[in-house]
């Protein structure tokens, strides 16, 4: 069974970088007038964009520099004859490939510069000395990451193993590269999962950097956010080498929601998971499709969220019942969720915490063990506290 994910606003975390100066540069040998540079960042702050690329930092001693612009190296000074300080919200980044930069002559300290984060270019079999690169650039002080290209081109096992590695360095981001524009979204979607996978062990982000060389570089940035991809590269009107890339612009109005949540809903797994009357039998699928809760569960938790919604809960003899409320309201105020006359006679509450009475497993045995909580009217009720409200009218 095919699993299609959804796209909604809902989840945090989603980042756009804007690769205009640098992928783009390489279109007009990085001679970006001042103006323009100024004016794309004035631009990029106001749309949200979280990381500018400006370009290179390759060493002048490789390249001539009568033959580039001043992005094609990304001089200190001229970054900051652009962002002074840049005291906005947005990330500074730069790229470097593997081999093109004397490390220890020109990557400074950070607290000396305005650059945030480091990417750096590989192949495969430069992985090693990626590693490296990233490792003096960590130690520097910045943010990294490591962009592995031309993946259309890898064995599997041989993406396997390099990810493995790059997970272990440093590096914060892994980046997927289709440096050819050579995949579709239905490619793009496995890749993702590999990625995610070694992501996921090692506590690191996935990106993607996609071309568009068969017009599906929008499409395959978008599929690889609704499977979980976070930084998402484009450029302004798709600048770049050949056919170009992503339209930072429609990459930004997709996840339009300032800050956007995206939640990823499989519809068809999601009707067969409402068919299965038992709790096993839905653990049971939802394992086999390597998901922890069902999309609808995520959804109410979404909602929730965006809406300020908390749940208490009340225990008896006979049954046990949830309650929603909204966050930040006190003791008497929840006590009226119940009954008007609970919060217009209200005295007190005993309140057991969640995971006290999940740990120890009943009323009697959190009162044993002295975990009732006694709280009056100012209490701000928790998310997941067990209530026992004491009233008189």
Request: proline share 2%.
């Amino acid at each position: 069974m095919e699993n299609v994910g959804n796209l909604q606003p809902f989840r945090k975390g989603v980042k756009i970088l804007d690769a205009t100066l640098r992928d783009g540069g390489i279109v007009n040998s990085f001679y970006f007038k001042d103006d323009f540079v100024k004016a794309l960042y004035q631009a990029n702050v106001a749309a949200g964009v979280d990381i500018m690329e400006f370009g290179y930092k390759v060493s002048k001693k490789m390249f001539d520099t009568t033959k580039f612009g001043k992005w094609k190296f990304c001089d200190e000074e001229d970054i900051r004859a652009i962002v002074g300080e840049n005291k906005t919200d947005m990330l500074i980044s730069v790229m470097s490939d593997v081999g093109r930069v004397e490390l220890k002559e020109e990557v400074i300290p950070k607290k000396e510069s305005v650059i945030d984060m480091y990417r750096v270019a590989t192949y495969v079999h430069q992985v090693p000395t990626a590693i490296e690169m990233i490792e003096y650039c960590a130690k520097m002080g910045y943010k990294t990451s490591c962009n592995v290209m031309a993946i259309s081109k890898v064995q599997e096992s041989s993406l396997k193993q390099a990810l493995e590695i790059i997970a272990q360095s440093p590096a914060d981001i892994m980046v997927i590269v289709d440096s050819y524009g050579a995949l579709y979204p239905e490619q793009i979607r496995p890749i993702c999962d590999t990625y995610l996978e070694v992501a996921a062990k090692y506590g690191k982000q996935v990106g993607i950097h996609a071309h568009n060389n068969q017009q599906l570089a929008f499409a395959n940035t978008i599929e690889a956010c609704a499977k979980g991809v976070n930084y998402l590269d484009g450029t302004v009107c798709g600048m770049g080498r050949g056919a170009g890339n992503a339209y930072t612009e429609a990459v930004r109005a997709a996840i339009a929601d300032e800050k956007a949540e995206m939640l990823v809903v499989a519809a068809a797994a999601e009707a067969e998971i409402a068919e299965l009357e038992e709790y096993e039998e839905r653990q049971m699928f939802l394992e086999e499709l390597g998901l922890r809760e069902s999309g609808v569960a995520r959804l109410i938790k979404a909602a929730y969220k965006l809406l300020c919604l908390e749940t208490f809960f009340t225990t008896g003899a006979d049954e046990s019942r949830a309650w929603t409320y909204v966050r930040g309201m006190k003791a008497p105020q929840t006590a009226g969720i119940i009954h008007t006359d609970f919060e217009r006679g209200f005295i007190r509450a005993e309140v057991i915490k969640y995971d006290d009475y999940v740990t120890l497993g009943s009323e009697k045995a959190c009162r044993d063990a002295g975990k009732i909580g006694i709280e009056g009217k100012e209490y701000v009720v928790q998310d997941g506290d067990i209530m026992h409200f004491l009233f008189n009218v």
